[in-house]
DNA sequence: AGACTTATCTACCACTCGATACAAAAGTTG
DNA sequence: CAACTTTTGTATCGAGTGGTAGATAAGTCT
């Protein structure tokens, strides 16, 4: 049935790139000869291998969150709720500022606001960083039942109160804050969670 | 010699439209169809009056800047250094969720990363965040004169902790938090600040 | 009134945007 | 080799971008 021709490029590479691109300026501001040029293919390549513009973010975004899974897996292996929160604050304060990337996270950087015609891609990045705080609340919830989070915390308001110290550290990050700054936040943000 | 035909518009009342454009699609985002028709003017009297696009931005800006003095006066009169915390984090709670408003903060949502044209706004939006950390950094160190602070804290890093709380919180409201959830990442966020 | 100054409107500029039509190229299968 | 399938590069699409030229309108000053 004939196979047609072998695609002369590398998939996950060239989201590599994109993802970079995305990361570091948007996805309004990512224009597709921005794209097109750190990925080292022409416009009718990358239609037909993600769809489109969109298309090609959700898969560097699928791409990121891979990635991120194993750190995360670590993270929530840590014994104690604060442990779990020491583990994700400092991991959060090395990946955004690893200078293998771009500076903050893509989930922040990538567009918080959009114009007329990607008005769902704010939606798409918030509904991606839901899905850590959830990890951190079921998380959470554990502790409780082991009893190591005492009878008046509360994993919900917990896990929000990191998700949102992690955003709050890709704006710092992304504004040109140093490794050490964000870890002294992430130093001030464990008073949330008495030492044991 | 001569005055001149005089300006149709309200240019107060014109800024604060073209703020609500830049604070619900960013500076990439907002394109000057969008401003003019938010505006009510065309091109050419929007050019007259603030210069360009970045022009634009750096007037809703200092608009923005002036709104929140009072605020951040009413904040920094706190009589300890906790009650300064607890009125900036609870007037971010409810700022950020002013049904009046876009969602979150402008000095956020305006733009973390731009595209080609655009290289300086992300640094603009940037200066213009740290001068609230320098306020509250200087009201700390003020309170730690005072003996209010304990000899352990860290001024500067109480200030950065709350600044990127405030930033996260920013992200947390432009997801689509309401303004419970935020006061809750507040609250839990007085952690660090031991009560008196 | 008439000269002068500034704002406004219409129309448009060169350029970039995301996306695609088409034909040549590069493979696999019979 | 010949038929078939898919990818690639060139060249371009219509729409929208930020920004402006030039004429007209609306005021103030002498």
Redesign the interface.
Known sequence: MAMGRPRSFDTDKALDEAMEVF????Y????LA?LTKAMGIKPPSLYAAFGSKEGLLKAALDRYAQRRSEHMRYVLAGATAREVAERFLSSIAESHTDPANPP?CLL?????????G?ENI?FEL?SR??LTEVELRERFDQAKQDGDLGGDA?PA??A??L??????????A???ADRD?LR??A???L??FPAT
């Open positions: 990361w570091r300026h948007g309004d501001g990512a224009s921005m903050g922040v950087q990538g567009g918080l606001a959009c114009g007329e990607s704010p918030a960083r839901a509360d308001a917990l929000r109160f998700s949102t110290v992690a955003s709050g550290m890709g704006v710092l992304s504004s040109g700054a002294e936040v130093r001030v943000s008073s949330a």
